[in-house]
Antibody, heavy 118, light 107 residues
Framework: EVQLVESGGGLVQPGRSLRLSCAAS????????MHWVRQVPGKGLEWVSG????????DYVDSVKGRFTVSRDNAKNSLYLQMNSLKSEDTALYHC???????????WGQGTMVTVSS | DIQMTQSPSSLSASIGDRVTITCRSS??????LNWYQQKPGIAPRLLIY???SLQSGVPSRFSGNGSGTDFTLTITSLQPEDFATYYC?????????FGQGTKLEIK
């Protein structure tokens, strides 16, 4: 089955770090541009990070630049989001998503919840 | 950053109705515009990509139109399973911003 499964979320204190994982199955993650999108419960979708075609690089939303880093391990068919210096406003459900050749997110994981609170 | 504005923010309609949701970008996104459907507790689902192309498996009652800065998502003959929140997203510039969402409710 083609799917994405996120893990690594949890409750963390402000200023601490967390690493999220996104495991792909049914396809080769390295063949795709992958993205992270977050959603505060009850609110809208916010793009966080991903490989953007027009810059040819991994980009980040301004609010996480310098704190979040995306990486991938093709051997494990997995994507990661390293989140440092976490803030309360980072509290959200984090989804990984696969970008299709048509520049749309055609496959999403169910998400992993990150709660930043003391 | 490209800002995406959807209207309306919420919409009440009846089974069988035709509804249209509008999405406007603050600068051109050419046709790099996608539409997603999200139901509570479930990940978003891609409906329309490249402004007007129907994603595989999506019913033909969904259609998209537009280019540049103005886009629409139309659902003809609403079905019970269509009541959800809809988001547009541009994938032309970084960040790949989403609209604020349109919640479609049963009247």
């Amino acid at each position: 089955e083609v799917q994405l499964v996120e893990s690594g979320g949890g409750l963390v204190q402000p200023g601490r770090s967390l690493r999220l994982s996104c495991a792909a199955s049914g396809f080769t993650l390295g063949d795709y541009a992958m993205h992270w999108v977050r959603q505060v419960p009850g609110k809208g979708l916010e793009w966080v990070s991903g490989f953007t075609w027009n810059t040819g690089t991994i980009d980040y939303v301004d609010s996480v630049k310098g704190r979040f880093t995306v990486s991938r391990d093709n051997a494990k068919n997995s994507l990661y989001l390293q989140m440092n210096s976490l803030k309360s406003e980072d509290t959200a459900l984090y989804h990984c998503a696969r970008r299709s050749d048509s520049y749309a997110f055609d496959l999403w994981g169910q998400g992993t919840m990150v709660t930043v609170s003391s | 950053d490209i800002q995406m504005t959807q209207s309306p923010s919420s919409l009440s309609a009846s089974i069988g109705d035709r509804v249209t949701i509008t999405c406007r970008s603050s600068q051109t996104t050419r046709t790099y515009l996608n539409w997603y459907q999200q139901k509570p507790g479930i990940a978003p689902r891609l409906l329309i990509y490249s402004a007007s192309s129907l994603q595989s498996g999506v019913p033909s009652r969904f259609s998209g139109n537009g280019s540049g800065t103005d886009f629409t998502l139309t659902i003809t003959s609403l079905q019970p399973e269509d009541f959800a929140t809809y988001y547009c997203q541009q994938s032309y510039g970084s960040p790949h911003t989403f609209g604020q969402g349109t919640k479609l409710e049963i009247k």
